[in-house]
Every structure is written in C-alpha cells, then in structure tokens.
C-alpha cells in the first residue's frame, strides 16, 4: 500500500478541522450552541462533552486545528488574546521571577505591572535581540521567557533557538508570542519554544470581526494540564459562534497571509527608497539588524506587518495618515484590509514608541495601489 502524501499548508488549512455532518450532509460543520449535554441512565457522557465552558465541539475542532498549525501536542482556545496572556502568569506563584521583552505588544507588560506585580511576580526586561542580557536576566526563579518575534511595533527580531536554550539551563519555559508572524511564516515550537501565545483576532481569523486567543504546547505534560485548568476554572473561553469564525478564517489563511507577505515586502521596499522616509521596520529588508535570523526562522517570507518613520515629527505622521485613501487609520493588524496607526498616541504619554512612527498592517488589496495610496499621501 503507498504512503499517504504529506499534505500541503494550503491543503491542510482547508480541511483542518472540517468533516461532513453525518445529520445533514452539510460541508460546514454546525455551529453547537448548547451549553450543556446530555448524560446517559449510567452517568455517561456518551459524546465526550459535559458543559461548554469545559469543552464544545465547535472549541475542539478549533484547538485542533491551532495545534496541528503550531506543530503543537495541544491547544487551548481563549476569549482574547489577553485572556491566553493572562492565563500564563496565572500558572505562576508569588515570588517566581519572569523575563520579558522590553519591546513588545504593550498591553503584555502592563498587565505584568498592573496585576501580577501585586500578586508577588518579579519581572525584567530586556533587549530580546541581545543574548547577553538575556542571559544576565536569567535568576533561579526564572520561570518564564517571553519572547514577540517580529517585535510591536519596531519589528526587532530575537533568535527563538538561542533564547530557548540560555532559559532552558535555567528551567525556565519560553513563550513566543506567535501572532504577527502567524504559523504560516513562522512556527516557534520548531525552534525551541514551549508555548505559542497568538491573538487569533489577527491573522488567523483574518476578518477583523471576532475576538480570540489561543496558546499552543510543544508538550501535553503538566504544564498544559495547569493551563487547562487555569482556562476551565477562569472561565475566559470562546463562544462556539466564535470558534467557528475562527475556522473560517483559517480555510483561507494560506492564501491570505501569501499575499499579505508579498505585498509587504513590495510595500517596504518602496519606503526604503523613499527620500521622505527616515527609516522602515520590516526583517525582510536586507539592511534589517535581524534579517539574517529572520530568514532562519521566518520559512515563508517575513510577515505582513511593517513600520516606519516619516521625516518630521508626530504632526508629520499623522497628517500623511490622514491624507490616505486605502489604508484605515485603527488598530489591530492581520486582517484582509490594510490598516495605518499612530502607535505612540495609542499607547499612550508613558509609550516608548517614536512620535514619527507609522504602524502598518497589509491587507488583500493590490499592491500597487497600496503603494500609489502612500505615494500620494507621502508627498501631500
């Protein structure tokens, strides 16, 4: 008998998680919305499920499909991307000690200091992009190395196996924030990391109209077993009407994140050149700090996501976001629009984020009139 022939992604994203109903015929799985399951006269639970907060079958089919594109042993499905974050420290205990990466999503140290801070956390951190002081912030109480590869929003790259390696002497467990790469550019499980955190509102969902969270174990052992009992018990899971977005969302993930890569590279590629922009953020740039270790470690081009400095101040960089026609100025990222912000005035007075400082995230429109959209605005 012949093997079975590995699969492509963009098989595989298709049909992850799908099977045809055996009521209806129907090619889309139903959506479950009972919250509770019937039990047999013995006390069985014939179909596997008890109560939705514990587990659904439109939450499983979604937790598969997650872990079978992180290269995972299991998943775990939240109701945000702050929920999967939030859920990691909670495994931890008063006095355990966590390194985290001075340039990343904001909202991932300030839930640190607003919260965990008064439950006993200690936190450093560090330049990720600098193995020395990776090292040098590593202590016997070390439980936790949070790394986000392309970073928010200056898209500094940290070498995931290095890292991984320096906590591991350590005991400690690495998280990769995974969401602005997406599984399709970048799988940090495949260099070392224990535990990918995505915002699944981003790439994965990819239509800007549900909100979820996910996190992804290299290993189903104790730790994932803590954090399913962390999810359980906190009780911040997605509803099955947003899971099954979310499986919709990856049935065209490959397709979209293909695109959305080619068209960032084209994109900064023009800001490069471009004699009113100061500087661009993007790893595949061959003047990038990182792209050496970005090309290792990002297999299918270098992300979506880009950022760069107008000449000027912020006056400057708002008034050419304010001039474009295609782009929307909002936040978030990884959807099939192209969107535009401000970052430093999102983060607010205390942001380290330069004031010159446009965030970019590339939709599904053509390139070049993406690229017309900024040339006009850029000149105004």
Not at 12 to 39: C, K, L, Q, W, Y
Not at 99 to 118: C, D, M, Q
Not at 261 to 283: C, G, K, M, T, W
Request: glycine residues 8%.
């Amino acid at each position: 008998m012949n093997k079975p022939t590995k699969r492509r992604i963009e098989t595989e994203t298709v049909h992850m998680g799908n099977h045809i109903d055996p009521h209806t015929g129907a090619v889309v799985p139903p959506i479950v919305m009972s919250t509770t399951f019937a039990r047999e006269a013995d006390g069985s639970f014939p179909s596997g499920y008890v109560y939705t907060r514990s587990d659904n079958p439109n939450r499983h089919a979604l937790e598969e499909s997650l872990a079978n594109l992180e290269g995972g042993a299991r998943a775990l499905a939240f109701s945000s991307g702050q929920a999967a974050t939030n859920a990691v420290f909670q495994m931890l205990k008063s006095g355990d000690h966590v390194v985290i990466a001075n340039e990343a999503y904001f909202g991932t140290p300030k839930l640190v200091r607003e919260i965990f801070s008064h439950l006993g956390i200690i936190a450093s951190y560090v330049d990720m992009s600098n193995l020395a002081a990776v090292k040098a912030a590593m202590t016997t109480q070390t439980k936790i190395v949070w790394i986000e590869t392309p970073s928010n929003p200056l898209l500094t790259i940290s070498d995931i196996q290095a890292i991984s390696e320096i906590a591991h002497q350590y005991g400690a467990l690495v998280v990769a924030d995974n969401t602005w790469a997406s599984p399709l550019v970048q799988r940090p499980l495949a260099h070392g990391a224990d535990i990918v955190m995505h915002s699944t509102t981003k790439y994965i969902s990819g239509h800007t109209d549900v909100l979820g969270g996910a996190l992804i174990f290299a290993r189903n052992d104790d730790v994932t077993a803590r954090a399913q009992m962390v999810q359980t018990l906190g009780g911040a899971v997605p509803s099955p009407f947003d899971c099954w977005l979310m499986m919709r969302g990856i049935r065209t993930l490959a397709l979209r994140v293909r695109q959305q890569v080619a068209s960032a590279q084209r994109v900064a590629e023009f800001l490069a050149d471009h004699p009113a922009i100061e500087r661009v953020n993007y790893p595949g740039l061959d003047s990038h700090a990182g792209h050496a270790i970005a090309a290792r470690q990002m297999t299918n081009g270098f992300g979506g996501m880009l950022s760069f400095h107008v000449q000027g101040g912020a006056d400057t960089a708002m008034a050419v976001a304010a001039r474009l026609q295609l782009f929307t100025r909002a936040t978030s990222l990884g959807g099939i629009e192209s969107l535009i912000e401000h970052r430093a005035s999102i983060e607010g007075p205390t942001s380290a984020t330069p004031q010159n400082l446009l965030r970019v995230s590339i939709g599904i429109e053509h390139v070049d009139d993406l690229i017309d959209d900024l040339r006009q605005a850029i000149h105004g």
